[in-house]
C-alpha cells in the first residue's frame, strides 16, 4: 500500500515570497493533517480536515498560511508571504478516520532566507 | 506550562542496557496516550499505544498513570537500532482527536 505523499521534499526561498506544498494521503483515509515541525521540537498540528471540511486550524497563522483539500482527497499548504520563523519540517499526516493512527509522509523541508 | 512534557535528553547508553523516558501531560480530558519513535530527518512513525492497564510489545513496556497525569515508556536489552526521538503524544479529549506531541526525548545506544 502506498504511503503518504509530498511535494517538493526540500524547498529554499527567501522571506516575503510564497510557496505551496502538495499532500496526496494514502487511499480512503478521510482525515488530513498538516504539521509544522521546527528543529528540536514535536510537529505542531496546523490544520486538520475530515474529507474536505475542516475540523480543527486553530494554530495555523491565518494572515499568511492557507490551505485547501478540495475533492476531500489531496490538498495543498501555502505560505504567502512567508517569515524566516516559517522555516521547518512542513509534515502531512492522514488516517482512515480521526480516531485511527496517524501516518506521515516524508516532510517538506523548508528553509526561509 | 507545556501541554506535553519530556526531558529532551540526550540517554546515552551502552548495548543491552535497560532505559525508561518519562512524560507529563496537563490536560486530563486527555483519553489517548502514545509514543511515536522519529530517527532523524524522518517522520514520526507510531512506536505503540499507552493503555490504562499498561502494555508491552517486546522489549517495550509502556504504563500510564491518570491521577498523576504520568506516561512512561521502558525500553529492555537496548539495541543500536533503538538510537532515535521517542515522542510523547497525548490526545486533547475533544471530539476532533487532535494530538499533541511532546518534543520528544533522544536516545544514543552506543556499542
Known amino acids: 500500500e502506498a504511503g503518504v505523499a509530498q511535494s517538493p521534499r526540500y524547498k529554499i526561498i527567501e522571506k516575503r515570497q510564497s510557496v505551496a506544498f502538495w499532500c496526496n494521503p494514502i487511499s480512503g483515509h478521510a482525515t488530513l493533517y498538516w504539521y509544522q515541525q521546527i528543529l528540536g521540537q514535536g510537529p505542531k498540528l496546523l490544520i486538520q480536515?475530515?474529507?474536505?471540511?475542516?475540523?480543527?486550524d486553530s494554530q495555523l497563522p491565518k494572515d499568511r498560511f492557507s490551505a485547501e483539500r478540495l475533492k476531500g482527497v489531496d490538498s495543498t499548504l501555502k505560505i504567502q508571504p512567508a517569515k524566516l520563523e516559517d522555516s521547518a519540517v512542513y509534515l502531512c499526516?492522514?488516517?482512515?478516520?480521526?480516531?485511527?493512527?496517524?501516518?506521515f509522509g516524508p516532510g517538506t523541508r523548508l528553509t526561509v532566507t | 506550562r507545556k501541554e506535553v512534557e519530556q526531558d529532551p535528553g540526550p540517554f546515552n547508553v551502552p548495548e543491552g542496557a535497560t532505559v525508561a523516558f518519562n512524560c507529563t501531560y496537563s490536560n486530563s480530558a486527555s483519553q489517548s496516550f502514545f509514543w511515536y519513535r522519529q530517527d532523524c530527518r524522518k517522520e514520526p512513525k507510531l512506536l505503540m499505544s499507552v493503555y490504562s492497564s499498561g502494555n508491552e510489545d517486546g522489549r517495550f513496556t509502556a504504563q500510564l498513570n491518570r491521577a498523576s497525569q504520568y506516561i512512561s515508556l521502558l525500553i529492555r536489552d537496548s539495541k543500536l537500532s533503538d538510537s532515535a526521538t521517542y515522542l510523547c503524544?497525548?490526545?486533547?479529549?475533544?471530539?476532533?482527536?487532535?494530538?499533541?506531541f511532546g518534543s520528544g526525548t533522544r536516545l544514543l545506544v552506543r556499542p
Open positions: 499526516a492522514s488516517s482512515l478516520d480521526r480516531r485511527y493512527e496517524q501516518y
Open positions: 503524544v497525548v490526545n486533547t479529549g475533544d471530539s476532533s482527536y487532535k494530538l499533541i
Open positions: 480536515f475530515q474529507n474536505n471540511g475542516v475540523v480543527d
